[in-house]
């Protein structure tokens, strides 16, 4: 009998070490997730996110200029977008959003 209830003991020990280490597979692939690539199909929500408000929702101009090509240089946006237009409402994006963003939102606006 006394024997059953430690194998019982050591069967739950197990399984809670089991969950454990379980629950720490879940959290690595969380944080994994966290450092998502931007892909093409992000550019649209990320467009809408940071740019739609000034250049409209198609990038065809609202209180900015339009930005659909070829208004501007494809190379150039990394500069303009990271720096902003100085004394102008165009804002410095540097360090909120990253080159594949850029590189997502230009696709969008490269599309068609
Ligand atoms: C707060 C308003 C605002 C937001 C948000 C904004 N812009 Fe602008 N943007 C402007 C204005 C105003 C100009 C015109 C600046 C000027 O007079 O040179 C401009 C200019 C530009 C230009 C240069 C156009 C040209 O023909 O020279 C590009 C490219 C551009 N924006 C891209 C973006 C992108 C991409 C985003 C989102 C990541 C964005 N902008 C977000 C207001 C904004």
Do not use: W
Request: charged share 15%; net charge negative; hydrophobic share 45%.
């Amino acid at each position: 009998m006394y024997s059953r209830c430690l194998t019982m003991y050591f069967v739950v020990i197990a399984l809670l070490l089991a969950g454990l280490l379980l629950a720490g597979c879940v959290r690595g692939t969380d944080e994994d997730q966290i450092i998502t690539t931007p892909t093409p199909e992000n550019g649209p929500a990320l467009f809408a996110q940071h740019c739609a408000g000034c250049h409209g929702a198609d990038g065809k101009g609202a209180s900015g200029p339009s930005i659909k090509p070829p208004a501007f240089e494809r190379q150039d946006l990394f500069l303009i977008v990271a720096n902003g237009r100085p004394g102008t409402a165009m804002p410095a994006f540097r360090g909120q959003i990253n080159e594949v963003e850029v590189e997502a939102i230009m696709d969008f606006l490269y599309a068609e």
